[in-house]
């Protein structure tokens, strides 16, 4: 159990067994919503766990999402072209 409110405004983050795929999950005030991410390469940097919870600043998620190292500010892959 992670004892906290959903309603309060938190995130709650999952990474797949993989590591190549998370899940947010939030209250928007009308209902549950969830985005989904999936790497082509690479793995999302998981930081440990105490108790079966993480607090991340937003600078933090969002290096997590973006599939950088948030500890060592890096990216972990980079696409070798666009389109």
Not at 15 to 33: E, F, H, T, Y
Request: some cysteine.
């Amino acid at each position: 159990m992670l004892k906290q409110d959903p309603f309060a405004g938190h995130l709650f983050v999952f990474r797949g067994r993989r590591g190549d795929l998370v899940k947010v999950i939030w209250w928007d005030g009308q209902g549950a919503c969830m985005f989904m991410k999936r790497l082509e390469r690479g793995r999302f940097v998981w930081p440990a766990a105490k108790e079966g919870k993480v607090a991340l600043t937003p600078a933090q998620l969002s290096m997590l999402l973006e599939g950088i190292d948030w500890r060592a500010p890096e990216r972990t892959w980079r696409p070798l072209a666009a389109g």
